[in-house]
């Protein structure tokens, strides 16, 4: 009978655990900082982790991503998929030394300058998968090696 009352109690107390580690959950907000680099142009760095191409995430519903722009290019978050996000440039970035800007077909959330910042805003739990689109250099001539990365970016709402 003890080792029964035992083994409950335990039970019990690895459910709790669980269920407060599960209220815990995602964080409510993560940074992703877009850099510039000779071989293969873009890459981008989540929450100061490691800069690669393919990233993953996980938020809180109702959290928020924000996307800083610091590569020498126009650059434009994607949304391929998933439930709808509210999308808001919060900081139009400054150009330097008087570069010229060739934007390509950019639209409304491009961050259009180096420093440039866009808050993404997850209200709906969901998978959301994102590219990040080159609309066009600041400086003429950018030389890099080997073929142009496309980054991707996944984010998973609960």
């Known amino acids: 009978m003890t080792r029964t009352l035992t083994t409950i109690a335990a039970v019990i107390s690895l459910a709790a ?8 959950g995602a964080p409510t907000s993560a940074t992703l900082v877009i850099h510039h680099q000779v071989r293969g142009c873009h890459s981008w ?6 800069s690669i191409v393919h990233q993953v995430t996980s938020l809180a519903r ?12 126009v650059q434009e978050l994607v949304k391929t ?3 709808a996000v509210n999308m808001k440039l919060v900081k139009q970035g400054s150009m330097t030394m008087g570069a010229k ?7 409304p959330y491009a961050m259009a300058h180096m ?8 209200s709906q739990a969901g ?8 609309r066009g250099d600041y400086y003429k001539g950018i030389k890099t090696v080997g073929p142009d990365n496309k980054p991707t970016l996944t984010v998973k709402v609960s």
Not at 17 to 24: D, T, V, Y
Not at 129 to 134: E, G, T, Y
């Open 17 to 24: 655990a669980l269920a407060a580690g599960a209220s815990a």
């Open 81 to 83: 998929s998933g439930p």
């Open 127 to 134: 998978t959301y998968h994102f590219n990040l689109m080159d």
């Open 62 to 73: 109702a959290g928020s991503l924000t996307v800083t722009n610091n590569d020498l290019m």
């Open 101 to 107: 800007m060739h934007m390509g077909k950019a639209g």
């Open 45 to 50: 760095s989540l929450s100061g982790g490691p």
């Open 115 to 122: 420093g440039a910042m866009l808050k993404v805003t997850f």
